[in-house]
């Protein structure tokens, strides 16, 4: 299996709500990533887990919150988000790095709309 | 500052012609580069991955070239197809510390005409 898996594709949502992204990997990977892409730029990193401990946090609003319950899941949890966080949030998963390739595999991505 | 600069920003060539397709990268301490290609709301791709050593790297019709010393990479495609038509992303890994950081590119937004 080498494929990224990220529930739901599509979400629409209001500023009140709750609601959480999932992403899910089954190639052994150690380390996974959330990124934000807004329309026609590039992904922007968000957060990294390594060994399902959170290592990287890109100054990320607090109304995003990541967990990684295993090594194979990552959650991003959503609350009283505005209608500038409406973009393509995209998972991914590698290797830990330990020089050379560490390739990212990315997932089809989730669409996000904030009214 | 760390920047990796692609060009053209968009290109439009007839099914079956080939285009080339360039990133320069000011990136350091460089680890490697690679090129994704992205479909319109989809996830990226990869393509091809190469490091400091590597001069070329081909992926069916896709090939990638790296000129370290430059700071140069194009991603050659041939005889194009009316699938090519997406993003092509050229994203620069830097080391950093322990860990790494992948610095994107803008993309070359390419449309493949019949």
């Known amino acids: 299996d080498t494929e990224v898996t990220q529930t739901p594709k599509h979400l629409v949502m209001g500023m009140t709500n709750k609601k959480s992204l999932k992403c899910e990997q089954h190639?052994?990977?150690?380390?996974m990533y959330w990124y934000k892409q807004k329309a026609k730029k590039p992904p922007e990193l968000m957060f990294v887990y390594s060994y399902e401990k959170l290592s990287i946090n890109e100054s990320v609003p607090s109304r995003f919150s990541p967990e990684c319950p295993n090594s194979s899941l990552l959650n991003l949890h959503l609350h009283a988000l505005q209608p500038e966080d409406s973009a393509l949030y995209l998972c991914?998963?590698?290797?830990?790095?330990?020089?050379?390739?560490?390739?990212?595999?990315f997932g089809p991505g989730t669409r996000l709309t904030v009214l | 500052k760390n920047q990796v600069e692609q060009s053209p920003q968009s290109l439009i060539i007839l099914e079956g012609k080939n285009c080339t397709l360039q990133c320069n990268y000011t990136v350091s301490p460089f680890s490697n580069l690679r090129w994704y290609k992205q479909d319109t709301g989809r996830g990226p791709v990869s393509l091809t991955i190469?490091?400091?050593?590597?001069n070329t790297k081909s992926n069916g019709r896709y090939t990638a070239t790296l000129d370290a010393d430059t700071k140069q990479s194009s991603l050659h495609i041939t005889a194009s197809q009316l699938s090519d038509s997406a993003s092509y992303i050229c994203v620069v890994t830097k080391k950093r510390d322990s860990s790494y950081k992948l610095i994107f590119g803008s993309g070359t937004r390419l449309l493949v005409r019949p």
């Open positions: 190639m052994g990977h150690r380390a």
């Open positions: 190469m490091t400091f050593s590597e």
């Open positions: 991914a998963s590698s290797q830990p790095l330990a020089g050379g390739y560490n390739e990212q595999f």
